[in-house]
């Protein structure tokens, strides 16, 4: 079975794992996905994640983060640009999500990033989604 948005799966999986209290979620790995799983450790909504090989493509596997009581630390996430429609940002356009506490996710030529880490590299591109 073929899917025609990996990106939006990812984001779903994640979401639905959060919402359900899952220590983990296995996701198909992706060059995209392992950039965006990157970019969500970097930034400290998952603990950590390894790519594991199963002979095709391979699994994806992120350790997702909790407060200290338990709580989401992945409110939402909201996929900005899709297949039908998608999104460019220059550096200066890109959004702040909840003034500077939420990260916006993006691909640039310099590879998948945060906002943060895109404007100290003054570089803009595909704005992939909002995390809050």
């Known amino acids: 079975?073929?899917?025609?948005?990996?990106?939006?799966?990812?984001?779903t999986r994640i979401r639905n794992a959060a919402?359900?209290?899952?220590?983990?979620?296995?996701?198909?790995?992706?060059?995209?996905?392992?950039?965006?799983?990157?970019?969500?450790?970097?930034?400290?909504?998952?603990?950590?994640?390894?790519?594991?090989?199963?002979?095709?493509?391979?699994?994806?596997r992120l350790d997702l983060?909790?407060?200290?009581?338990?709580e989401q630390v992945i409110h939402?996430?909201?996929?900005?640009?899709?297949?039908?429609?998608?999104?460019?940002?220059?550096?200066s356009d890109l959004p702040r999500p909840l003034a500077g506490l939420g990260i916006c996710i993006v691909s640039t030529p310099k590879g998948v990033m945060s906002d943060r880490k895109a404007r100290t590299e003054n570089v803009g591109g595909e704005l992939i989604c909002i995390v809050e």
Do not use: H, W
């Open 76 to 91: 939402s996430m909201t996929r900005e640009s899709k297949p039908g429609r998608r999104v460019y940002k220059k550096v």
């Open 1 to 11: 079975m073929s899917l025609s948005d990996p990106i939006a799966d990812m984001l």
């Open 19 to 60: 919402r359900s209290n899952k220590k983990n979620v296995d996701i198909r790995n992706s060059k995209v996905c392992s950039g965006i799983a990157g970019v969500l450790k970097e930034e400290g909504y998952v603990n950590d994640f390894n790519v594991i090989e199963d002979g095709r493509q391979g699994i994806l």
């Open 65 to 70: 983060r909790y407060g200290p009581n338990g």
